[in-house]
């Protein structure tokens, strides 16, 4: 009897179409942000092009490390669409970000930069990699679940940032009831 509800019960399970998503998710604490991250910088959205497809990234002060540039021309372009809707409808000309900066060469290879871009409660991922014109800048994607590491206004992170680096004060925890997403678009 026992048997034969298993094998009913495995039958069962192998004719019944399923589809089985899952998500990924690794809950990253701003502290570990600010400890691992090489270089951290105030920056400014400059110019946009005319097809909205470009960014020009203006550094305007330096947290932490060096960066050898003080401009980054970022291709908008996601291999989903929606993303750079998502983008577009939170960047314009003077949008203060904050930009957490990895280069992830390793050895003596050219510099291959990870860049988590934060604006009023919207994380961002780009990358940049070493050509022989420079660094090609490229946004990536979203980072949805990095609000839960933290969600309020660009000056409030700016501010966080340079307390928690000075030791003034502590990074917040992770706030896992936090729901993942973006924050507000930009009013139009």
Same mark, same amino acid.
């Given at each position: 009897?026992?048997?034969?509800?298993?094998?009913? +019960?495995?039958?069962?399970?192998?004719?019944?179409?399923?589809?089985?998503?899952?998500?990924?998710?690794?809950? +990253? *604490?701003?502290?570990?942000?600010?400890?691992?991250?090489?270089?951290?910088?105030?920056?400014?959205? #400059?110019? +946009?092009?005319?097809?909205?497809?470009?960014?020009?990234?203006?550094?305007?002060?330096?947290?932490?490390?060096?960066?050898?540039?003080?401009?980054?021309?970022?291709? +908008?372009?996601?291999?989903?669409?929606?993303?750079?809707? /998502?983008?577009?409808?939170?960047?314009?000309?003077?949008? =203060?970000?904050?930009?957490?900066?990895?280069? #992830? #060469?390793?050895?003596?290879?050219?510099?291959?930069?990870?860049?988590?871009?934060?604006?009023?409660?919207?994380?961002? /991922?780009?990358?940049?990699?070493?050509?022989?014109? @420079?660094?090609?800048?490229?946004? /990536?994607? =979203?980072?949805?679940?990095?609000?839960?590491?933290? *969600?309020?206004?660009?000056?409030?992170?700016?501010?966080?940032? #340079?307390?928690?680096?000075?030791?003034?004060? *502590?990074?917040?925890?992770?706030?896992?009831?936090?729901? =993942? @997403?973006?924050?507000?678009?930009? =009013?139009?």
């Amino acid at each position: 009897m026992f048997l034969r509800r298993c094998f009913i +019960l495995l039958l069962v399970g192998i004719l019944i179409p399923t589809t089985v998503w899952g998500v990924i998710e690794t809950p +990253l *604490k701003l502290a570990v942000i600010l400890q691992t991250t090489e270089s951290i910088v105030h920056a400014k959205v #400059a110019r +946009l092009n005319d097809s909205k497809t470009v960014a020009v990234v203006e550094l305007t002060k330096t947290v932490k490390g060096k960066l050898p540039f003080e401009r980054m021309s970022v291709d +908008l372009t996601s291999d989903k669409p929606a993303a750079t809707e /998502q983008l577009l409808a939170r960047i314009e000309v003077d949008t =203060p970000l904050v930009l957490f900066l990895t280069n #992830a #060469a390793k050895d003596n290879q050219p510099a291959r930069y990870t860049c988590l871009a934060y604006t009023n409660g919207s994380w961002f /991922q780009i990358s940049g990699e070493t050509t022989s014109q @420079g660094i090609r800048w490229k946004f /990536q994607h =979203p980072e949805i679940y990095l609000r839960r590491t933290f *969600k309020g206004t660009t000056a409030e992170l700016q501010q966080l940032t #340079a307390d928690v680096l000075s030791g003034k004060a *502590k990074a917040p925890p992770l706030d896992m009831k936090e729901k =993942p @997403g973006l924050g507000p678009e930009l =009013p139009r």
